[in-house]
């Protein structure tokens, strides 16, 4: 179910509130473009400056939307287990396909408390993607640890943003050839896919989700050479998303597309005149703009 190209979704803002109508025009467009999944509320959702009330209207109106035409993986991520276990809880009832969970950042939890975390998670009786993301956690979930998760029936997948592209043969050795891996990274993605991956949840795939969904597919079919063709049309766009924070590059971007608001929550500002003109041409490397 979880493969290909699968949009780390932006909250869309209008005057400091979540737009709505605009997060539901966007999973239309996804589900138009061909994209294979939605990802709402993780860190590129802004997930952590929204309130509780507003992580749950995010899941429960995506869900609504896509409306089972493509799978929702819901961010349920937090560094408190109980939370966690709530934001779990919430994506069930709202009806999500999975949630993605990632490894409790700042308390630096061992490798122990990575799986009693986890299995807390698995709990609720939903379909757990582990988050695992070193540079932004400052806690790095071993293959070993994996493994040991994967026994359990709901720990199903990984999104790995560890830029390191042994790890996924290490962790396809220890937890089986059915445990979905997904990268974390749009630049590495094809390298990813073929070292074993399956998909990516992609920031780039917010601007260009048509360009990436075909992408995903070309590596899934195996057409390296192909493949290459595309990544060198959508690689300035990756690396200009990510000259600033990605989700501000990407929301900016939305916007001279005409999908959202360029706004977003601080701490995070808007992009500087440098960085906004570096997508623009990237954009039109791409063909997304004239």
């Known amino acids: 179910m979880f493969k290909g190209s699968l949009p780390a979704l932006v909250t869309p803002f209008s005057n400091g509130q979540v737009d709505v109508d605009a ?11 061909g994209s294979n999944g939605l990802v709402p509320v993780g860190t590129t959702g802004e997930s952590p400056t929204l309130t509780h009330a507003e992580h749950d209207l995010v899941v429960e109106t995506v869900v ?15 560094n408190n287990t109980a939370e966690t276990v709530r ?4 994506a069930k009832k709202a009806g999500a396909d ?12 061992t490798q122990a408390g990575l799986i009693a975390h986890f299995t807390a998670a698995a709990e609720c009786g939903l379909p757990i993607i582990i988050y695992n993301i070193p540079p932004r956690s400052v ?3 071993t293959p070993d640890t994996m493994a040991t998760l994967a026994k359990l029936e709901m720990i199903v997948g ?19 050839p059915d445990f979905i891996q997904l990268s974390g990274e749009d630049a590495t993605a094809l390298g990813y896919n073929a070292h074993g991956g399956v998909g990516c ?3 780039t795939a917010n601007i260009a989700p048509k360009l990436i969904a075909a992408f995903q597919e070309t590596t899934l079919a195996g057409d390296y050479a192909k493949a290459l063709t595309q990544l060198d049309r959508l690689m300035p766009l990756h690396e200009a998303v990510f000259t600033e924070p990605g989700l501000v590059g ?7 597309l005409g999908m959202c608001s360029e706004e977003v929550r601080s701490p995070l500002v808007g992009l500087t005149d440098g960085t906004k003109e570096k997508i623009r041409v990237a954009m039109v490397h791409a063909g997304l703009l004239n």
């Not at 999975?98 to 939890?109: D, F, G, H, I, R």
Request: with cysteine; hydrophobic share 45%.
């Open 64 to 78: 609504s939307e896509a409306a089972g035409r493509i799978p929702v993986i819901a961010g349920a991520g937090s």
């Open 158 to 176: 990984v999104k790995d943003a560890t830029a390191d592209l042994s790890r996924v043969p290490a962790t396809r050795m220890r937890c089986g």
């Open 23 to 33: 997060l539901k025009k966007l999973v239309n467009w996804h589900v138009d473009q």
């Open 201 to 203: 949840i992609s920031v």
């Open 98 to 109: 999975a949630a993605l969970v990632v490894t409790p950042y700042y308390n630096k939890p």
């Open 87 to 90: 934001l779990v809880k919430a």
């Open 250 to 256: 990407a929301k900016y971007g939305m916007s001279l």
């Open 139 to 141: 806690v790095d979930m």
